[in-house]
């Protein structure tokens, strides 16, 4: 399994980054997929998440109308568009997969999650 996030970057206050997340080495449709970010001195934070052929999409409070979630199954590639962008969401970005209930539409950003990419670098400047 291999999960590499690629987007990040430095932008200003109100900008936008889309990141991606490019899957491989297991059956996309059978997992979650899930952005989690962590800021220097912070715990892991979970931001979105999408399962479920993409009808289950979850995001935390700090984001929810300013970031969107969205996949391409064929190219197994998760996105997280974020628009209106804070200093508070620099961060490091980390997309992850674990494998979803085989049936059912749960809430995805809680996991588990089992495979974790190598994170790209989100600063947003004020």
């Known amino acids: 399994v291999q999960l590499v996030e690629s987007g990040g970057g430095l932008v200003q206050a109100g900008g936008s980054l889309r990141l991606s997340c490019t899957s491989s080495?297991?059956?996309?449709?059978?997992?979650?997929i899930g952005w989690f970010r962590q800021a220097p001195g912070k715990e892991r934070e979970g931001v979105s998440c999408?399962?479920?052929?993409?009808?289950?999409?979850d995001y935390a409070d700090s984001v929810k109308g300013r970031f969107t979630i969205s996949s391409d199954n064929a190219k197994k590639m998760v996105y997280l568009q974020m628009n209106s962008l804070k200093p508070e969401d620099t961060a490091v970005y980390y997309c992850a997969a674990g494998r979803r209930p085989s049936s059912g539409n749960y809430p995805c950003i809680n996991g588990p999650y089992n495979y974790w990419g190598q994170g790209t670098q989100v600063t947003v400047s004020s």
């Open positions: 999408i399962s479920n052929s993409g009808r289950r999409l």
């Open positions: 080495g297991f059956t996309f449709d059978d997992y979650r």
